[in-house]
Nanobody, 128 residues
Framework: QVQLVESGGGSVQAGVSLRLACVTS????????IGWFRQAPGKEREGVAV???????VYADFAKGRFDISVDNPKNTLYLLMDGVKPEDTAMYVC??????????????????????WGQGTQVTVSS
């Protein structure tokens, strides 16, 4: 059974750095693209960043320059380092595995429909 479990969220002040983690199990980690999405109250879910099969990365425009996505293959873990968080970064952050193995998400869009396994999410709340 494939599982994705996020951690690392919390209530923080604007300007700090935060690292989210997504521990995966139940499949061969390196065969699928995997990424982060977020959803704020009253807003649609949006893609944040993806690490593709083959290790190329894709970032949403708002994430470029502030967020860094990475993987630790031996630990089957995906990370998202968020630098200089802002109140508008407040959202539930969810990791998700791509639907098809060995197929990259080309970008610039990160369509949620391309992902089929989702974690429960970790809440990030940024106060000014």
């Amino acid at each position: 059974q494939v599982q994705l479990v996020e951690s690392g969220g919390g209530s923080v002040q604007a300007g700090v750095s935060l690292r989210l983690a997504c521990v995966t199990s139940g499949y061969t980690f390196s065969t699928h693209s995997i990424g982060w999405f977020r959803q704020a109250p009253g807003k649609e879910r949006e893609g944040v960043a993806v690490v593709n099969w083959g290790h190329a990365t894709v970032y949403a425009d708002f994430a470029k320059g502030r967020f860094d996505i990475s993987v630790d293959n031996p630990k089957n873990t995906l990370y998202l380092l968020m630098d200089g968080v802002k109140p508008e970064d407040t959202a539930m952050y969810v990791c998700a595995r791509a639907r098809k193995p060995r197929v990259p998400i080309p970008g610039p869009m990160i369509p949620a429909l391309d992902f089929d396994i989702w974690g429960q999410g970790t809440q990030v709340t940024v106060s000014s």
